[in-house]
């Protein structure tokens, strides 16, 4: 290869890497609905949001954690939380209204351009939330439910 294609395939590499999101579309729902509470890139809110950085990737490698992820935006999610020492209780909201491909979207997003680690996952699809959809919960149900999804990720 000449060394003028290499510079610029390298150029185009580090484009897209600086460019960010893989999944475009899901940043753009996450800056729109989500940022308020829990900040750019996710990064969260001391004593009201939590961080998304590093969980939403492990939830993505199981069918339970996979369910925890989808049942938390369907949902929403009320109760006492802790990450990294760090506790939080404010009400997350439910985003049920909100179409399938976009809750679909703004979880690749979180898993998949958030999360360095993201331990082999697939893409999350429309019809894997869709899905999700015929179990409603409260908030508190997720909140219980996080537990058993992270014990069975070994969390
Ligand atoms: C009004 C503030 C608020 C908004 C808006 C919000 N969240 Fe949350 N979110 C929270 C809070 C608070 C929690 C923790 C709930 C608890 O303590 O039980 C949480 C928890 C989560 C969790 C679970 C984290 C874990 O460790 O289990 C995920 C995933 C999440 N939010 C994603 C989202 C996404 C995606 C959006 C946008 C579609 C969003 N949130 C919008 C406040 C918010």
Do not use: W
Request: aromatic letters at 8%; glycine letters at 10%; one cysteine or more.
């Amino acid at each position: 290869m000449c060394v003028t294609a290499a510079a610029l395939l390298t150029s185009t590499a580090f484009a897209q890497s600086v460019a960010g999101a893989q999944y475009a579309a899901g940043k753009a729902f996450f800056d729109t609905k989500c940022v308020v509470c829990h900040q750019a890139g996710g990064k969260g809110q001391d004593g009201l949001a939590p961080p998304l950085t590093e969980l939403p990737g492990r939830y993505a490698a199981n069918a339970q954690g996979r369910t925890q992820l989808g049942l938390t935006v369907l949902n929403g999610m009320f109760g006492t939380i802790t990450i990294k020492d760090k506790s939080y209780n404010f009400k997350m909201p439910s985003f049920r209204g909100e179409s399938d491909e976009d809750l679909a979207s703004v979880l690749n997003y979180l898993v998949f351009d958030v999360n360095a680690k993201h331990a082999g996952a697939k893409p999350f699809t429309a019809a894997e939330v869709k899905a999700l959809r015929a179990t409603e919960m409260d908030g508190a149900q997720v909140r219980a439910h996080r537990d058993a999804a992270l014990k069975s990720l070994g969390l």
